[in-house]
């Protein structure tokens, strides 16, 4: 006869002990004269796939190895339903980064970016993660801003023996690499990624800010005037150079660990560092344009060089204590990412009535620091977690310039009296503090089988602040041709920069706040039960309350009569339910339905300019924004042919009452994106899913003697923004008064974000010995819209199209040990990027550039 058991996790769905007494009965009785077969309910199911009734998706260690992918955002586009945009920000479900959180072992993260309130993933290598979970149906263990899933990193642990490894790769780019580009000199220590003081704020600016006062003339005489304008940097900052060899993009790591055991238990230590370098230049089109006469009238249209070097500097240390039934584990990260980007655009703009040139250069260094205690302790049945974590994030971009020319009888000249140029300091400095404790209690009853009684308590405070200086030079009267002729480091010398000449005026806060202050602080509790209601189906039903505050209040530099804070105060009862039907050994079907929220990020309510350098567009706040509520529905069923091994097709649905969407105005001096409550919008979509690993026997070699893998999935997403009659917005130019909604967003439109398809496929082979490993990759994501365009004119959409990528692995021996041998070729088809607007046959190219193809090669060894 066969005996249905429960497997050893006690997590499996569908065992013996749910079958009725008078069955068990029976077996007993018999058991002394028949051999029971065992059948295994679920063995083929991923043990995180058991220990979780949600809907998820899994990047383990052997994908972070097999795909090559550099960090945590790169690796996430091969998850079904997401993509990346910037390179940084994860997508689930076609829901912008606002809707989904990131977590370091389980606690939250502060941003760097102005933009955002959540981290960018690209500050994350891969070579400090041991794995990446994303659940996207909702758990109230987790934060209640919920829409597209939640992106849970994990660290790597202590190992369980001492190891020591560490590796280096060199790579090009076939638009950069070894071509020509745009540089500045800047300091001594740029190529480490840190500033030898040479972007320091000028000691007599500081102490001009320490005053209070605006430094203009109106409150400074003309002799500190002139000493102020002739205490910035000049040549090594503005002067724009020609190179004809940018470098090549090179990269180390190194990490070690241990493990020793003693009596009492065991202590573990887990070390990782690396330091990478690259070069990246755009040859890019900007345009701009206008309704006329059913279609699109080019306004500007500009071409652009750029290059930019990017830094990185990562580290990651954690030492473990394991007491058997009681863990500690205290873990730090630390990354820095520096940008030095030399910009130069050219082209004829209507706006400016001439045919202009704008060169810039900028430095903008990004900084995480997390330290995180945790503990885990079991007492029996009842089991208690904790953790405290702190993190500081700052973003600090000094010395940002900007110098505008004109082209007159074919010569650029360059007046400072009435074209633009400008000085910015802006500074960002971003804290979290989380702290958090949960219990689990099984829970033995004579109902239901295998339950489990969990609940916890959750805090979390994330400040901050942010604030930008920027100065212009300007004159009394118009100089001469020879004067604006001139290089310049020559026309921005201190000889030019006097009474008589160049005179100093802080503009900050000319055009919105130079500053705000920001808070969120929530309190949390939940409760949740989960077990087997009835044979083979598990259910998990909780509740989670959840209060926030959050304010964020624009600062006058000049005044301490600050305008009113923007306050939100609200609380939420946000339930879920998540039901699993194990009904074979290695099938299961899924069914989710939440309630959760999505709060404005601070940026998005701050009256602020903020220059975004990726877009190359300004960016300001609207304090009208309010919370966003969202219904979530999933269904999906999962078969598992054998570990890491499966088949998933799933439904999912989303109603978002109040989304908030990017929406674009256009002002005097160009375009600027701002942000309002869309009335509603509604999601669907199907995901499917396959990986498999095959051994066939065709009686060919270089077929038999390896294990293939076939990997693919596909995301169809319908988003739509409902407009009815008499819905309205709040926008900022409104100032707080309601307006047409019709009048900004149109009733059907794609949800900002949303790809409507998405697809990824991996094929590759392995050697039996593991010697060997080669996978193609390829990513599609359709067009999506970037943000709204201004009343009467289409959407800004973005073509991600298709990356097809190639890594190869190969085991070699050198010098006696053994060492990996890799290389790495992203992008084949050469895909651009590609950002338009379209209207009667008419297209712009709002930003269009190469992309290229890159290359690269890895040594690597561990021991």
Do not use: C
């Amino acid at each position: 006869m066969k005996k249905l058991i429960r497997p050893i996790s006690g997590l499996l769905l569908g065992t013996s002990a749910l079958m009725a007494p008078a069955l068990v009965m029976a077996q007993a009785a018999d058991a002394g004269s028949e051999v029971q077969e065992l059948v295994v309910r679920g063995r083929y199911i991923p043990e995180v796939m058991r220990e979780t009734a949600a809907v998820a998706s899994i990047v383990t260690t052997e994908d972070l190895v097999r795909q090559g992918d550099d960090s945590a955002a790169a690796a996430l586009t091969r998850l079904s339903g997401l993509s990346v945009v910037s390179g940084r920000f994860v997508y689930v479900r076609g829901l912008g980064e606002r809707y989904s959180s990131a977590l370091l072992n389980g606690s939250p993260l502060p941003s760097p970016e102005p933009l955002q309130r959540v981290v960018p993933l690209d500050l994350f290598p891969s070579s400090i993660l041991a794995g990446v979970n994303v659940q996207k149906t909702y758990s109230v263990n987790y934060p209640g801003e919920f829409g597209g899933g939640v992106v849970d990193l994990r660290s790597i642990s202590v190992p369980t023996e001492p190891f020591f490894a560490f590796g280096g790769s060199l790579g090009v780019n076939d638009e950069t690499s070894l071509k020509q580009g745009l540089t500045y000199y800047g300091g001594d220590w740029d190529l480490s990624g840190f500033d030898d003081g040479t972007r320091e704020l000028p000691l007599l600016i500081r102490r001009g800010i320490e005053t209070g006062r605006r430094i203009d003339g109106s409150n400074f005489s003309s002799d500190q005037l002139t000493a102020m304008g002739r205490s910035f940097q000049n040549a090594n900052i503005r002067l724009l150079q020609s190179t004809n060899d940018v470098p090549i993009n090179g990269s180390v790591t190194a990490s070690a660990g241990s493990r020793w055991t003693f009596d009492w238990g065991d202590v573990g230590v887990v070390a990782v560092g690396g330091y990478d370098r690259g070069w990246t230049t755009r040859r890019a089109i900007q345009q701009e344009g206008v309704v006329s006469q059913g279609g699109l009238a080019i306004l500007e249209d500009l071409r652009s060089v750029s290059t930019q070097m990017d830094v990185e500097w990562h580290a990651l240390a954690s030492v473990a204590l394991d007491l058997d039934a009681h863990k500690f584990q205290w873990t730090n990260f630390y990354v820095r990412n520096v940008t030095k980007e030399a910009q130069s655009v050219e082209g004829d703009s209507q706006r400016a009535s001439n045919y202009i040139r704008d060169d810039s250069t900028a430095w903008y260094q990004r900084e995480l620091i997390n330290t995180q205690l945790t503990g885990a302790h079991e007492f029996g049945d009842l089991k208690i977690d904790w953790r405290g974590s702190y993190a500081r994030t700052e973003r600090d971009a000094p010395y940002e310039t900007l110098i505008r020319y004109r082209r007159v009888a074919d010569l650029f000249r360059h007046n400072p009296q009435s074209d633009a140029n400008f000085i910015r300091f802006s500074e960002l400095e971003d804290k979290a503090y989380g702290a958090g404790v949960d219990f689990a209690y099984a829970w033995d009853n004579p109902l239901i089988v295998d339950l489990t009684v969990s609940g916890g308590y959750a805090w979390y405070e994330n400040e901050r602040y942010s604030d930008s200086r920027v100065f212009r030079f300007t004159t009394d009267q118009t100089p001469s041709d020879a004067f604006q002729l001139q290089r310049v480091d020559f026309l921005y010398s201190d000889y030019n920069i006097g009474p008589n000449g160049l005179i100093l005026r802080e503009v900050t806060g000319s055009e919105g706040a130079a500053a705000y202050e920001a808070k969120l602080t929530t309190h949390a509790v939940y409760l949740q039960a989960e077990g087997e209601v009835m044979p083979a189906v598990r259910a998990s039903l909780g509740v989670r309350y959840e209060e926030g505050e959050q304010f964020v209040r624009a600062l006058d530099l000049f005044s301490t009569n600050h305008p009113a804070p923007v306050e939100q105060n609200n609380d939420y009862l946000l339930p879920a339910g998540t039901v699993t039907w194990n009904f074979a050994e290695d099938q299961q079907l899924r069914f989710g339905v939440s309630k959760t929220i999505a709060r404005p990020q601070f940026r998005e309510q701050s009256p602020q300019l903020y220059l975004d350098p990726e877009s190359d567009r300004t960016f300001v706040g609207n304090p009208y924004l309010v919370d966003s509520e969202l219904v979530n529905v999933d269904l999906r069923y999962e078969r598992y042919f054998d570990r890491g091994q499966f088949a998933t097709i799933g439904a999912f649905y989303k109603d978002i009452d109040k989304p908030v969407e990017a929406v674009v105005n256009e002002t005097g001096s160009g375009l600027q994106q701002t942000f309002l409550n869309a009335p509603r919008a509604v999601i669907w979509g199907v995901e499917a899913e396959f990986k498999k690993f095959f051994e066939p026997q065709f009686g060919m070699n270089w077929i038999d003697d390896k294990r293939w893998l076939i990997g693919a999935n596909y995301t169809y997403n319908k988003a739509e923004v409902k407009v009815s009659s008499g819905d309205v917005v709040f926008p900022i130019t409104g100032l707080g008064q309601p307006a047409p909604a019709s009048a900004f967003v149109v009733d059907g439109s794609r949800l900002q974000g949303q790809s409507e398809h998405l697809a990824n496929l991996q094929f590759g082979f392995e050697t039996l010995d593991g010697a060997t490993q080669a996978t193609l990759l390829a990513n599609y994501a359709s067009e999506r819209t970037t943000a709204r365009g201004a009343s009467g004119a289409p959407d800004f959409v973005q073509d991600p199209g298709v990356m097809l990528d190639l890594t190869v692995r190969r085991k070699i021996q050198l010098w006696g040990p053994e060492f990996t041998l890799g290389f790495e070729a992203r992008n084949l088809l050469g895909q651009e990027f590609d950002e338009h607007q379209t209207l009667g046959g008419d297209e712009i190219k709002v930003n269009f550039y190469e992309l290229g193809r890159s290359y690269s090669v890895s040594l690597s060894t561990r021991f």
